[in-house]
């Protein structure tokens, strides 16, 4: 263990020197207002560079912790991050010790949600009127992907939940939510239960919460969890382990600016 956490320590190192204003995915470069750095010579290529640098390290801190030699990394990292942390609720805690590694994918490849082209006129008008076409391809994209261990509670390996955004469309954003294979008896989403008890001294059950697994399987976010994993756990992951990480208070755009 000491060897696996001497080899997260290092990542983090070699990611603090990573230009700390530079965004830290993809998707959040292609929006960000950043990239001008010192007289304007951080431009969009080198911000490119980063990222790829910073996916290599994310690379390398998967290595490490697929191992399995640090026990719990991810639900450490979550419970030390204050968003996160009210998500969890502990009968979650167990299955999310066995989540070893999340990686987030940009711009991640999805098929249209209906065939690039078709009529929007009724079939007696359709023959002798061209069909309009309609592209319902994304214009943005990611997707987070959670690796789990063998466990006690579902069948799957991976789940992963895809962010989709439709510009210009009234699509707007989509979400396609993991879907988990449960294991019988064993799912963490089903209900909650209250300390009451009905007239038969059965515990009473008050139905879903906001809860990690629960956020997993739904179409909405309305807590914007996914985007918290993307551009706040994930890329500090490690910082969030030892319990390090300090989120800035100022916005980075104005500190920048102050700075030079």
Known sequence: MEKALGALVEIQSELS???PSAPSSSSALSSSSLGRGLHGAIDSTEL?????????????????????????????????????????VERESAALRALIDIEVIDSDVSPP????????????????VPAMTVNLRPSTSFSIRFYFEENPWF????????????????????????K?????????????????????????????????FTWLESP????????????????????????????EEVDDDLDFQEQF
């Not at 990222?51 to 991810?74: E, H, K, N």
């Not at 078709?118 to 002798?128: D, E, H, K, N, V």
């Not at 909405?220 to 989120?247: C, M």
């Open 17 to 19: 020197h990573l230009v």
């Open 48 to 88: 490119t560079e980063i990222q790829a640098q910073r996916l290599a390290l994310y690379a390398r801190r998967g290595q490490v912790l697929r191992t399995g030699a640090i026990d719990s990394f991810w639900l450490s990292a979550f419970l030390n991050h204050r968003e996160m942390s009210a998500r969890i």
């Open 113 to 128: 949600l209906i065939p690039p082209s078709f009529s929007l006129l009724p079939p007696t008008l359709s023959s002798s």
């Open 155 to 178: 069948h799957d390996t991976c789940l992963v939940r895809r962010y989709m955004t439709f510009e210009n469309s009234i699509m707007g954003r989509q979400i396609e939510p993991a």
């Open 180 to 212: 988990i294979d449960w294991k019988p008896g064993r799912k963490l989403t089903t209900t909650l239960q209250s300390s009451e008890q009905d007239e038969q001294g059965m515990p009473v059950y008050t139905g879903h919460a906001s809860t990690f």
């Open 220 to 247: 909405d976010d309305e807590f914007e969890i996914g985007s918290l994993i993307r551009d706040e756990v994930n890329p500090n992951a490690i910082a969030l382990f030892f319990g390090t990480f300090r989120p």
